[in-house]
């Protein structure tokens, strides 16, 4: 195949799209076959046709996942069960929407819950520190 190979972030999204739309190995195989023109593997897909494949997973009902990095200040949450992931983006996005700083959330969790870091909270915890954000930015409209 020609041009540039994929990425593993790449081969990792077609992975996730399999995944989630339940595809099994044989399905997944001839959607492999049908986009990379006879491929085996998604290694072996070029960026076009990877682009083909994923509009046709986007068809299927598949939605790309978001991989923005958290903001400045946002603790490293590489080694944190996915659950925690979700619930630290959540919190992320309300501190973005009131423009505060990642300490104002540390703050809360600490006042609610006494625990000093957010990715020591429990998904259900983060979840609720996300809520007291999105009141107080109803608070300043």
Known sequence: MTGAPLTK?????????????????EDYRELLARFGQGARSSKELTQGQLEELLQHFKKCGFEVPSFRPLSK?????????????AGLAAVDRALANLNLPWVYAEGIARQMFGIKKLQWLAPEQLQKVRLALEYQLGRKK
């Open 9 to 25: 972030r790449q081969i990792a999204l077609v992975h996730v799209a399999k995944a989630r739309l339940g595809l099994n190995e």
């Open 73 to 85: 200040g946002a603790p490293n949450i590489r080694r944190l069960p996915a659950a925690k992931h």
